[in-house]
T-cell receptor
């Protein structure tokens, strides 16, 4: 039968504004989460990670928030720049799994 | 520079002609993995390796082989490529800590494979 591809969620923000990218993860027992950034023509690049014993972690211009109650992860980018335009993936590591599971990704476009 | 190097970057081949995509990392990582990326399907794991001579299937291993004879290299082999293996392939590596992989993967730049 015909397969239907999933549309990649998109987010457009004005340069200088803050961006919030959301992700719902699947396994309530997952204990490690990562955000990756993939620019056009490149491989995914590690941005920031967080363990399940934390609910917030900050990096340079980025903050990851974890809400285990609703299995939700978000990435906040402060003062978004044109160089932030990319596809952003969240990933989770369920227990006893020797791998991570990637989400479908969100395409972020920064309007100059 | 710490990196994962894949070759080739682009490859067009014909159905049934065996090919190998090489992957090498210079970070002394124990864990290495291959992913394919397809529109609408995201990143799917093909095979992974926890250390030298230790490999295991990922989510979509059919039609692929791997080997891990040395820590730094993890080649992906397509014995008889078919058009449904047309995709963008990524190799990734990471350290392991406490027996479990540290999943802050470092990815290669990708290999775009077209099988006609």
């Amino acid at each position: 039968g015909e397969s239907v591809g999933l549309h990649l969620p998109t987010l457009s923000v004005q340069e200088g504004d803050n961006s919030i990218i959301n992700c719902a993860y699947s396994n309530s027992a997952s204990d490690y989460f990562i955000w990756y950034k993939q620019e056009s023509g490149k491989g995914p690049q590690f941005i920031i990670d967080i363990r399940s014993n934390m609910d917030k972690r900050q990096g340079q211009r980025v903050t990851v928030l974890l809400n285990k109650t609703v299995k939700h992860l978000s990435l906040q980018i402060a003062a978004t720049q044109p160089g932030d335009s990319a596809v952003y993936f969240c990933a989770e590591n369920p227990p006893h799994y020797d791998k991570v599971i990637f989400g479908p990704g969100t395409s972020l476009s920064v309007i100059p | 520079e710490a990196q994962v190097t894949q070759n080739p970057r682009y490859l067009i081949t014909v159905t049934g002609k065996k090919l190998t995509v090489t992957c090498s990392q210079n970070m002394n990582h124990e864990y290495m993995s291959w992913y394919r990326q397809d529109p609408g399907l995201g990143l799917r794991q093909i095979y992974y390796s926890m250390n030298v001579e230790v490999t295991d299937k990922g989510d979509v291993p059919e039609g692929y082989k791997v080997s891990r004879k040395e820590k730094r290299n993890f080649p992906l082999i397509l014995e008889s490529p078919s058009p449904n293996q047309t995709s963008l392939y990524f190799c990734a590596s990471s350290f392991r800590s406490g027996g479990a992989p540290n999943y802050g993967y470092t990815f290669g730049s990708g290999t775009r494979l077209t099988v006609v």
